[in-house]
């Protein structure tokens, strides 16, 4: 069973002389609990494409379907969480905050959202800076609270958008580690972009961006 699907999805920039076509007539699917490598150098569409495998982009032509999620875009939001590429966290809540409110926003129990969210914080390893604000937080240890901030929605697609990106190597492999344990324990599938060869890697496919046109594995066994 899919829980994305993509027919034929293109999303371009800005108009005329202007447009940036961002992903070209992209149609895959993600099955739950996959694995999922894209990678792809800089511009080549990997973050537009994971926006709208979570719904936070619309396509310009072809659509997305998540077939075994709820159709309003609200409730699906409890199903699907993104660690973003860059800043992410409001300024003016503090860590544990942060990481409580998208799981609330969505309908879980605070308490439930609390208890759930500093397990999450224990898991990505800064169980210590529970009520420090994010002009407090090195970008290392704010990448690690948007993890965490993910993995208390119970999500059951994770998409994470160069999540080591500004991790040292060792911190890097922590939160790999985290995402990859997270996703087996929920049974999500797992969506990850990134430069570095040595993430792509840990999962178990690799799909390919390359100026907004996608490049999925050739099967064994295909024709
Ligand atoms: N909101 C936007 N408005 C205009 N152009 C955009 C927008 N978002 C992305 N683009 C353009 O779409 C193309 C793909 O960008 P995207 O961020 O998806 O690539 P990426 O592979 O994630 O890059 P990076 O690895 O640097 O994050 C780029 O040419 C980018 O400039």
Do not use: Y
Not at 69 to 83: C, K, M, N, Q
Not at 94 to 106: G, I, K, P, Q, R
């Amino acid at each position: 069973m899919s829980v994305v699907r993509c027919a034929d999805v293109a999303r371009t920039f800005g108009h005329g002389d202007r447009a940036v076509v961002a992903v070209h007539g992209c149609s895959c699917e993600i099955a739950a609990g996959a694995r999922i490598a894209i990678t792809g150098a800089s511009g080549s569409g990997k973050s537009t494409l994971l926006h709208l495998l979570a719904g936070l982009e619309k396509p310009t032509s072809g659509t997305v379907s998540w077939p075994e999620f709820a159709a309003s875009p609200l409730e699906r939001a409890r199903d699907i969480a993104v660690v973003f590429q860059g800043p992410s966290l409001l300024p003016a809540l503090d860590v544990l905050e942060n990481t409580v409110m998208a799981a609330v926003l969505t309908g879980t129990a605070e308490e439930e959202a609390t208890r759930r969210a500093l397990v999450a914080l224990d898991d990505v390893g800064i169980p210590g800076l529970v009520d420090q604000l994010p002009e407090t937080l090195s970008g290392g240890q704010a990448q690690r609270v948007a993890v965490a901030r993910a993995l208390t929605l119970r999500p059951r697609l994770l998409l994470a958008d160069e999540p080591t990106g500004q991790l040292d190597e060792g911190t890097g492999r922590q939160v790999m580690d985290v995402l990859l344990a997270a996703a087996d324990t929920l049974g999500a599938a797992l969506v990850v972009s990134t430069h570095d060869p040595a993430v792509g890697d840990r999962l178990d496919e690799q799909w390919q961006m390359r100026d907004g046109r996608l490049f999925l594995p050739v099967l064994d066994g295909a024709s």
